[in-house]
């Protein structure tokens, strides 16, 4: 009896099941519940502050403040390379840590201490936005948002009195906003002399700290003496405007500034051949220092002279005398066409004495490779002086924010003038009619100097100097600055037209010595031009 029961168990059991399983798929397809209403979609904008709290606990510093951006790429970055980068923080830290350490024991009567582990664990930092400020000066500031929930595990033994105590620190949480600036910016990789950081608010720091295994943060009032310890100490030596300062690159190398002036006397050529079929040629000369963008110096036309003496003067700006040497052409003047080279020669700054004129007799050369026999063909011969006055050790900037003052003008300057250095840095939405191929021409006292030209730009960079030496300060005087393209196409329709020019009053400069301002251009629509005046006086 006890089987068939069994049996007729199971079956029941089954068919129970089945009934249950179709009764079911039928009310849930046929049958809607009533109560149900559909959702609603509102934007994030009509929404309460409480219902906005729920949805996103911590809202992102870039989604609250439109002047930080957003750096997921950078959160990304990190978190691949993080397992490196623990490893090589870390090392660098044992290294910084290391002498310190040695020099601070012995004060307090301690053994030694050493790190037992010393890792950031798992959890790399968080970038919560970035704000990036533009300034006229050659530097680029940064000001990122920074989170860290981090897991490290930072164990340090320290011996003292034949005692060993373990200090372990853990959950560490560390939210701050550092301000960091790159500066100057040079055209050296990494394109930076200095990193300096600063913090614009005092940081959040929250740690664990075990002692024998013992958590001393759950001590009555030590947590709160602790944080605000670190808060002031911190606070105290790197809230901004102070800074720590991290050097990149060596000063010298980094950023060549102007060390000399070498003065340039081209007093004559002899014996020159002529390039012209009908008649003797007409020469001049171009002077340009390798490794050096400012426009090449000339001379003056010598109509129908194989023997010309022009007995000028030029001076050029040194910045390298072991590697830059003097390049010297010289050129047949052609009023239709390209100009003919006559022949060149090169002199290395490094074989000057300075402070001492040298007089060099010139062979002319076709090129300077010394194994081609066109060189040995006799092309006449240039005479030139040359003197090298270095600047004195004590008018020379020491550090990069002395790059900011004015220099002293060279020697030879006289009393009671100075030199008008004007640095043409780039220009900004300029844009013309026919063609926008722009460069700048500087008007002062009806003296006209022009930068190179750029092709089809509407943002060009120049970053080029002149110079122009004064017997008195141009308090009166007005700077013309125009930026100014030109067609690149051969034709007599529209060859060249204006894109906005700026009349800058001088007197600031001499009362100031150093102006450094982007001027809006009159008569172009959005177009500014980046001007660096300096008045230098002896």
């Given at each position: 009896?006890?089987?068939?029961?069994?049996?007729l168990?199971?079956?029941?059991?089954?068919?129970?099941i089945s009934?249950?399983?179709?009764a079911?798929?039928f009310?849930f397809?046929?049958f809607?519940?009533?109560d149900v209403?559909?959702?609603?979609?509102?934007?994030l904008?009509e929404?309460?502050?409480?219902?906005?709290?729920?949805m996103?606990?911590?809202i992102?510093?870039?989604?609250?403040n439109p002047?930080?951006?957003?750096i997921d790429?950078?959160?990304?970055?990190?978190?691949?390379?993080?397992?490196?980068?623990d490893?090589?923080?870390?090392k660098?830290?044992?290294?910084?840590?290391?002498?310190?350490?040695?020099?601070?024991?012995p004060?307090?009567k301690?053994e030694?201490?050493?790190?037992?582990?010393l890792t950031?664990?798992s959890l790399p930092?968080?970038?919560?936005?970035?704000k990036?400020?533009v300034t006229?000066?050659?530097?680029?500031?940064?000001?990122?948002?920074?989170?860290?929930?981090?897991?490290?595990?930072?164990?340090?033994?320290?011996?003292?009195?034949?005692?060993k105590a373990?200090?372990?620190?853990v959950?560490l949480q560390?939210?701050?906003s550092?301000?960091?600036?790159?500066k100057?910016l040079?055209p050296?990789f990494?394109?930076?002399?200095?990193?300096y950081?600063?913090?614009?608010?005092?940081?959040h720091?929250?740690?664990?700290?075990k002692?024998?295994?013992a958590?001393?943060?759950?001590?009555?009032?030590?947590?709160?003496?602790?944080?605000?310890?670190?808060?002031d100490?911190?606070a105290?030596m790197?809230?901004?405007?102070?800074?720590?300062?991290?050097p990149?690159?060596?000063?010298?190398?980094a950023?060549?500034?102007?060390?000399?002036?070498?003065?340039?006397?081209?007093?004559?050529?002899?014996?020159?051949k002529?390039?012209?079929?009908?008649?003797?040629?007409?020469p001049?000369?171009?002077?340009?220092?390798?490794?050096d963008?400012?426009?090449s110096?000339k001379t003056?036309?010598k109509?129908?002279?194989?023997?010309?003496?022009?007995n000028e003067?030029?001076?050029?700006?040194?910045?390298?005398?072991?590697?830059q040497?003097?390049e010297?052409?010289?050129?047949d003047?052609?009023q239709?066409?390209?100009h003919?080279?006559m022949?060149?020669?090169v002199?290395?700054?490094?074989?000057?004495?300075?402070?001492?004129t040298?007089?060099?007799?010139?062979d002319?050369?076709?090129n300077?490779?010394?194994?081609?026999?066109?060189?040995e063909?006799?092309?006449?011969q240039?005479?030139?002086?040359?003197?090298?006055?270095?600047f004195?050790?004590?008018?020379?900037?020491?550090?990069f924010?002395?790059?900011k003052?004015?220099?002293k003008a060279?020697?030879?300057?006289p009393?009671g003038?100075?030199?008008?250095v004007?640095?043409?840095?780039?220009?900004q939405?300029v844009e013309?009619?026919?063609?926008?191929?722009?460069?700048v021409?500087i008007?002062f006292?009806?003296?006209?100097?022009k930068?190179k030209?750029?092709?089809?730009?509407?943002?060009?960079?120049?970053?080029?100097?002149?110079?122009?030496?004064?017997?008195?300060?141009?308090?009166?005087?007005?700077?013309?600055?125009?930026?100014?393209?030109?067609?690149?196409?051969?034709?007599?329709?529209h060859?060249?037209e204006?894109?906005?020019?700026?009349?800058i009053n001088?007197s600031d400069?001499?009362?100031?010595?150093r102006?450094?301002e982007k001027y809006?251009l009159?008569?172009?629509?959005?177009?500014?031009?980046?001007?660096?005046?300096?008045?230098?006086?002896?």
């Amino acid at each position: 009896m006890g089987f068939f029961s069994t049996i007729l168990g199971f079956c029941g059991f089954g068919v129970g099941i089945s009934i249950g399983l179709v009764a079911g798929y039928f009310l849930f397809i046929y049958f809607q519940p009533t109560d149900v209403k559909d959702p609603e979609i509102r934007p994030l904008v009509e929404q309460d502050s409480e219902t906005l709290q729920r949805m996103l606990p911590e809202i992102p510093l870039w989604v609250k403040n439109p002047d930080y951006d957003r750096i997921d790429w950078l959160n990304m970055f990190i978190q691949y390379m993080w397992p490196n980068l623990d490893k090589a923080i870390c090392k660098t830290a044992k290294n910084i840590a290391k002498p310190i350490i040695a020099e601070q024991i012995p004060k307090y009567k301690i053994e030694s201490v050493e790190f037992e582990a010393l890792t950031l664990g798992s959890l790399p930092p968080t970038f919560q936005g970035m704000k990036v400020y533009v300034t006229d000066e050659k530097e680029l500031i940064m000001e990122p948002c920074i989170k860290w929930a981090g897991n490290p595990n930072v164990t340090v033994a320290v011996k003292a009195f034949g005692l060993k105590a373990t200090v372990q620190v853990v959950d560490l949480q560390v939210f701050a906003s550092p301000r960091i600036t790159l500066k100057p910016l040079v055209p050296t990789f990494p394109c930076f002399a200095n990193i300096y950081v600063s913090l614009m608010d005092k940081p959040h720091v929250d740690f664990g700290l075990k002692l024998f295994g013992a958590d001393l943060m759950s001590i009555p009032g030590l947590y709160r003496f602790v944080q605000e310890l670190i808060k002031d100490q911190v606070a105290n030596m790197y809230l901004w405007p102070k800074t720590l300062e991290v050097p990149i690159l060596d000063p010298s190398k980094a950023f060549k500034r102007p060390v000399g002036i070498l003065h340039v006397k081209v007093v004559r050529a002899m014996k020159l051949k002529k390039k012209d079929l009908l008649g003797a040629s007409d020469p001049y000369v171009k002077l340009k220092l390798t490794e050096d963008k400012l426009p090449s110096k000339k001379t003056t036309v010598k109509h129908k002279n194989l023997n010309p003496e022009w007995n000028e003067e030029f001076n050029v700006v040194v910045k390298d005398p072991q590697s830059q040497a003097l390049e010297i052409h010289v050129y047949d003047w052609e009023q239709v066409g390209k100009h003919d080279k006559m022949g060149m020669n090169v002199v290395p700054l490094k074989e000057l004495t300075p402070d001492e004129t040298k007089v060099l007799t010139l062979d002319l050369l076709k090129n300077m490779d010394l194994n081609d026999a066109q060189n040995e063909k006799s092309r006449g011969q240039l005479v030139v002086e040359l003197t090298y006055k270095p600047f004195k050790e004590e008018d020379l900037p020491k550090s990069f924010e002395d790059t900011k003052t004015v220099q002293k003008a060279p020697d030879g300057t006289p009393a009671g003038g100075g030199v008008l250095v004007v640095m043409v840095h780039e220009a900004q939405d300029v844009e013309g009619k026919h063609h926008t191929n722009p460069f700048v021409r500087i008007i002062f006292r009806g003296e006209e100097k022009k930068t190179k030209h750029v092709k089809k730009n509407r943002d060009p960079r120049w970053e080029e100097e002149f110079t122009f030496m004064l017997d008195e300060p141009p308090t009166n005087d007005k700077l013309h600055v125009e930026v100014v393209s030109t067609s690149s196409r051969m034709g007599l329709l529209h060859p060249k037209e204006s894109l906005g020019y700026i009349d800058i009053n001088l007197s600031d400069v001499v009362s100031n010595k150093r102006i450094n301002e982007k001027y809006h251009l009159i008569d172009s629509k959005n177009g500014r031009v980046q001007i660096e005046l300096q008045w230098r006086t002896s």
